[in-house]
């Protein structure tokens, strides 16, 4: 009966920690871990690109630890997204219009961006597709710089 008691007691400690969560650490780190899985990517693979250990991953993507904005900025270069992207409408700014855009996108152009991903995902070393993300950011800024 006194285990009972106990798990009761710390099952209930848990849940008041929870609910201590800042929701904006809670809901970035959802869509951290969204995008990493999105690249096919471990908690380990990101931990090892950021210099950090796959707890403190698993810790950001739970919202138990903050992102800094200097590890945000990693952690969306390591992701290949902007970093608004990973803040948009979290704290009711306007980069929610770059994901809408996104989510509006033609047929056309959502299957070019599957041809993309399973390009991306064909290659194995991680310095390699760093790189390739590189390229597309560079080549995204001229095309808008030309326009």
Same mark, same amino acid.
């Given at each position: 009966?006194?285990?009972?008691?106990?798990?009761?007691?710390?099952?209930?400690?848990?849940?008041?920690?929870?609910?201590?969560?800042?929701?904006?650490?809670?809901?970035?780190?959802? =869509?951290?871990?969204?995008?990493?899985?999105? =690249?096919?990517?471990?908690?380990?693979?990101?931990?090892?690109?950021?210099?950090?250990? %796959?707890?403190?991953?698993?810790?950001?993507?739970? +919202?138990?630890?903050?992102?800094?904005?200097?590890?945000?900025?990693?952690?969306?270069?390591?992701?290949?997204?902007?970093?608004?992207?990973?803040?948009?409408?979290?704290?009711?700014?306007?980069?929610?219009?770059?994901?809408?855009? %996104?989510?509006?996108?033609?047929?056309?152009?959502?299957?070019?961006?599957?041809?993309?991903?399973?390009?991306?995902? +064909?290659?194995?070393?991680?310095?390699? =597709?760093?790189?390739?993300?590189?390229?597309?950011?560079?080549? +995204?800024?001229?095309? =808008?710089?030309?326009?």
């Amino acid at each position: 009966m006194n285990q009972i008691n106990n798990d009761i007691i710390l099952a209930t400690e848990k849940a008041s920690h929870d609910e201590r969560l800042d929701p904006v650490n809670v809901q970035l780190g959802e =869509r951290v871990r969204a995008m990493r899985k999105l =690249r096919m990517m471990t908690q380990s693979d990101l931990g090892s690109q950021l210099g950090v250990t %796959f707890q403190q991953v698993q810790k950001y993507e739970r +919202g138990k630890n903050r992102l800094s904005v200097s590890m945000l900025l990693r952690v969306a270069r390591v992701l290949c997204v902007p970093p608004e992207l990973l803040l948009a409408g979290i704290s009711g700014d306007d980069a929610l219009q770059s994901v809408e855009g %996104f989510l509006s996108a033609s047929p056309a152009q959502v299957a070019e961006c599957v041809n993309v991903m399973e390009l991306y995902s +064909g290659i194995a070393d991680a310095a390699w =597709r760093q790189r390739a993300c590189e390229l597309l950011r560079l080549l +995204g800024e001229a095309t =808008r710089h030309a326009a």
